[in-house]
């Protein structure tokens, strides 16, 4: 399993979570509000609002995930960071691997 993690719009946190379950390349993505978020860009030092995602997927699917980061995220160049898990529950686990297949979704958190 692993943990992604982005930083994204205050407008667009919800719909790319909520878009990252539905095509099944993530079990869970837990959006943390109010961000605040001082970086360089293009030059000049900007200060946005931003939330982070905490995307929980396994291992096998990091490269299927973060394609649909890349594709969908609204930023020209999204920060999206894979973290290896170094321990997890079995049920956990078994869990978030479910809620990626086809047959997922019967199974409570």
């Known amino acids: 399993m692993r943990v992604i993690i982005t930083s994204c719009p205050a407008g667009s946190a919800d719909q790319?979570?909520?878009?990252?379950?539905?095509?099944?390349?993530?079990?869970?993505?837990?959006?943390?509000?109010?961000?605040?978020?001082?970086?360089?860009?293009?030059?000049?030092?900007?200060?946005?609002?931003?939330?982070?995602?905490?995307i929980k997927a396994p291992s096998a699917q990091t490269a299927q995930l973060m394609e649909v980061l890349e594709r969908k995220h609204p930023y020209d160049v999204p920060e999206i960071i894979a973290l290896p898990v170094a321990h997890s529950s079995a049920a956990y686990s078994h869990w978030v691997q479910e809620m990626v297949t086809d047959g997922g979704g019967e199974s409570s958190k």
């Not at 379950?21 to 609002?49: F, H, K, L």
Request: glycine share 2%; charged share 20%; aromatic share 6%.
């Open 16 to 54: 790319l979570a909520r878009e990252l379950v539905t095509e099944r390349v993530a079990a869970c993505v837990s959006v943390i509000p109010n961000a605040m978020s001082t970086y360089r860009w293009q030059g000049v030092v900007q200060r946005d609002q931003e939330h982070l995602l905490l």
